[in-house]
Nanobody
Framework: VQLQASGGGLVQPGGSLRLSCVASGRTFKTNDMNTMSWFRQAPGKEREFVAAVTWNAFIINYSDSVKGRFTISTNNAENTVYLQMNSLRPEDTAVYYC?????????????????WGRGTLVTVSS
């Protein structure tokens, strides 16, 4: 299974971007990718949790810094997870990573994630 993230770019403050993450090779038998999340890492900072969702969307969580501005969603038929980012701020500038975790409880602990996609850079600047 591979995770392929895309959608990053340069956007002005207040603008929007949508990130996508395709879980290639995931099937109905896959049982170690129950939670899909987005993390981000800004230069000189630690990787931080952004948002998490289970494939059935029964569990959705956001960090306080993005709540109300970002929306995470899934498309099971296409094995894709999206992160819609609105009202972007300069402090949202970072490399964004999608990741998969077998459990559902400790979604903000990046050390528990066993699949990671390559990052996609989001730059918010005027």
């Amino acid at each position: 299974v591979q995770l392929q993230a895309s959608g990053g770019g340069l956007v002005q403050p207040g603008g929007s971007l949508r990130l996508s993450c395709v879980a290639s090779g995931r099937t109905f038998k896959t049982n170690d990718m129950n939670t899909m999340s987005w993390f981000r890492q800004a230069p000189g900072k630690e990787r931080e949790f952004v948002a998490a969702v289970t494939w059935n969307a029964f569990i959705i969580n956001y960090s306080d810094s993005v709540k109300g501005r970002f929306t995470i969603s899934t498309n099971n038929a296409e094995n894709t997870v999206y992160l819609q980012m609105n009202s972007l701020r300069p402090e949202d500038t970072a490399v964004y990573y999608c990741a998969a975790y077998a459990g559902t409880k400790y979604y903000s602990d990046y050390s528990l994630y066993n699949y990671w996609g390559r990052g996609t850079l989001v730059t918010v600047s005027s």
